[in-house]
Nanobody, 126 residues
Framework: VQLQASGGGLVQPGGSLRLSCAVSGFKFDDYAIGWFRQAPGKEREGLSCISGLNGKTFYADSVKGRVSASSDNAKNTVFLHMNNLKPEDSAIYYC????????????????????WGQGTQVTVSS
């Protein structure tokens, strides 16, 4: 099982980024894919998750309206589109897989996830 996050980088405040998470080694529609981030000295924060089965999405209040999750099931890839980025969005962003039946409430609780990617750094700075 592998989750490969990519697409991070340096972006100016107000800018946008699209993160990608390529997954392999499990049946895509048996899992939902979540996005988390962790900044230095802060706890890991759940941001969103998207069902691999039907594309249903869930967002944390802290990022709702600024992020959008999507998927390309044919390519087993999930995306996180982030807009109007702020310096406080700077963190390492991770994608992770959770069993589909846990989607919803458990989307934002990392301990329920089965598999994790390695993370991609996002830095928002002028």
């Amino acid at each position: 099982v592998q989750l490969q996050a990519s697409g991070g980088g340096l972006v100016q405040p107000g800018g946008s980024l699209r993160l990608s998470c390529a997954v392999s080694g499990f049946k895509f529609d048996d899992y939902a894919i979540g996005w988390f981030r962790q900044a230095p000295g802060k706890e890991r924060e759940g941001l969103s998750c998207i069902s691999g089965l039907n594309g249903k999405t869930f967002y944390a209040d802290s990022v709702k309206g600024r992020v959008s999750a999507s998927s390309d099931n044919a390519k087993n890839t999930v995306f996180l589109h982030m807009n109007n980025l702020k310096p406080e969005d700077s963190a390492i962003y991770y994608c992770a897989a959770i069993e589909e039946f846990r989607i919803g409430y458990y989307c934002f609780i990392g301990q329920f996830y089965n598999y994790w990617g390695q993370g991609t750094q996002v830095t928002v700075s002028s």
